[in-house]
């Protein structure tokens, strides 16, 4: 994943015992699966997921068929992205979003390509939105502790405690869903990992999450907050 954001490695220079060369890319990743893959909240927050539609027995084609298609569309594709990136290099600069979602550059690179891509202005953000409410909403369904956190705190304003006592209370109003260790993690330190990883889900959907030291033994408390 590294790579989605820039990553580098550095090796000696081709026949050379002295001289370093770095290598830089960064480059988009492509997952491809029938389960949904971003279960994880940090994943899901930086994917665009898309169900791809079921293709009807009558409706499929032979390899061989679909690679001459690609041959002859590929100039129209290639000139169609040129475009879109010569519209998107002249214009990012000027372009000023209403909302900066966690990929803002992206979303600003996008935004400005929408002329030459045919689309409405603000037609991305607007799609792009949906797409991480549908984003949020299968991290969600998959992480029991982002799960709980949100039904729990649906009848109070605040909550504050260690993250054993979290867990304890969380056992507590919820035995079945916490019984397996596999999905609900009854360690502290593991607890406290799944709730940091999930802390910009919950705040977009209503919950803060705080950590601070009180008390003279300075104990590290969670605190939990209505939005």
């Known amino acids: 994943m ?17 001289d370093e060369v770095l290598f830089k890319a960064t480059r988009p990743l492509i997952l491809n699966g029938i389960p949904d893959l ?18 009807p027995e009558t409706a499929r084609s032979f390899e061989s068929d679909f690679w001459e298609r690609f041959e002859k569309a590929r100039p129209r ?3 169609g992205l040129l475009d879109a990136s ?6 990012s600069a000027t372009v000023r979003l209403s909302e900066r979602p966690r990929l803002a550059d ?13 689309w409405s202005e603000g037609a991305f953000l607007t799609a792009y939105q949906a797409n991480r409410r549908e984003s949020e909403a299968i991290a969600i369904d998959n992480n029991m502790v982002a799960a709980l ?13 260690t993250a054993s006592e979290l867990i304890i209370a969380l056992r507590k109003r919820f035995p079945v869903e916490t019984d397996s260790a ?23 959907q209503g919950v803060g999450v705080d950590y601070l030291r009180e008390g003279k033994s300075r104990q590290r408390l969670i605190v939990l907050k209505a939005l």
Request: aromatic share 10%.
């Open 106 to 118: 992206f979303a600003r690179w996008v935004t400005a390509a929408e002329p030459a891509l045919g």
């Open 38 to 55: 971003a279960e994880r909240a940090d994943l899901a927050d930086r994917a665009i997921i898309l169900t791809l539609p079921t293709i």
């Open 149 to 161: 956190v949100l039904i729990f705190m649906q009848q109070d304003a605040e909550w504050r405690g």
């Open 86 to 91: 010569a519209h998107a290099l002249a214009y």
């Open 77 to 79: 594709i290639l000139a």
């Open 182 to 204: 596999e999905t609900f993690p009854r360690k502290p330190n593991h607890f406290g990992s799944e709730l940091r990883r999930v802390m910009p889900l919950l705040r977009r």
């Open 2 to 18: 590294s790579a989605c954001y820039g990553d580098g490695f550095a090796t000696r220079k081709l026949h050379s015992d002295a």
